[in-house]
């Protein structure tokens, strides 16, 4: 079946850890985004990337770093730089500009402080 | 002023309802518009997707987009438990950056 997965479901932070999120789609998208989701707030844009090797900050990058190695897989590494990390994140891919294709979610990583 | 405008709710409603979703947004160079449904702790599941000003409809549920008054809607006919969710809309100038809205939670009770 295509689809996006991320893994894991559930991610506990202990103070001054990184910890990254895992991301792979097989539906041959070219562009792959991470989102953030807080109660209240809607979804914001941390990173996207159109092309592997290629990746743009979105609204809220700050305290977050991505790689984009492989078409398939989009990265999203959660820095101790990120004083509010409790979220839940998601990552989409589709949109390729020109393409007129809507994006996809995966069923997101819930991230919680320890 | 937010871009994109949505009613929280919760909107809550009997099986069997009409229901109508809205969005408003400030933009209008908007001109991908998507409607999004999200169950509790999954990711958004793609419902609707309109290019430009006109109507869509797919089974139970129908979207409208009016460009001149810069505001969206989704309705759902024949509302059912399995419906109850929180909605959200969401829109671009390109389909890749999404502005989304915050999202309106539906209850449909039986």
């Known amino acids: 079946d295509g689809g996006i997965t991320q893994s894991p479901k559930y991610l506990f932070r202990k103070e001054g850890q990184n910890v990254t999120l895992s991301c792979e789609q097989n539906?041959?998208?070219?562009?792959m985004y991470w989102y953030r989701q807080d109660p209240g707030q809607g979804l914001r844009l941390i990173y996207y990337s159109q092309i592997v090797n290629d990746f743009q900050k979105g609204d809220i990058a700050e305290g977050y770093s991505v790689s984009r190695e492989k078409k398939e897989s989009f990265p999203l590494t959660v820095t101790s730089a990120q004083k509010n990390p409790t979220a839940f994140y998601l990552c989409a891919s589709g949109g390729n500009r020109g393409e007129e294709q809507p994006q996809h979610f995966g069923d997101g990583t819930r991230l919680s402080i320890l | 002023q937010k871009e994109v405008e949505q009613d929280p709710g919760p909107l809550s409603v009997p099986e069997g309802a009409i229901v109508s979703l809205n969005c408003t947004y400030s933009?209008?160079?908007?001109?991908?518009f998507m409607w999004y449904r999200q169950y509790s702790r999954k990711g958004p599941e793609l419902l609707m997707y309109t290019y430009s000003s006109g109507n869509k409809e797919d089974g139970r549920f129908t979207a409208q987009v009016d460009k001149s008054s810069k505001y969206i809607s989704l309705f759902i006919r024949d509302s059912q438990p399995s419906d109850s969710a929180t909605y959200l809309c969401a829109m671009s100038f390109n389909t890749d950056k999404l502005i989304f809205g915050t999202g309106t939670r539906l209850q449909v009770f039986p």
């Open positions: 933009n209008s160079a908007f001109q991908y």
């Open positions: 539906l041959n998208h070219d562009a």
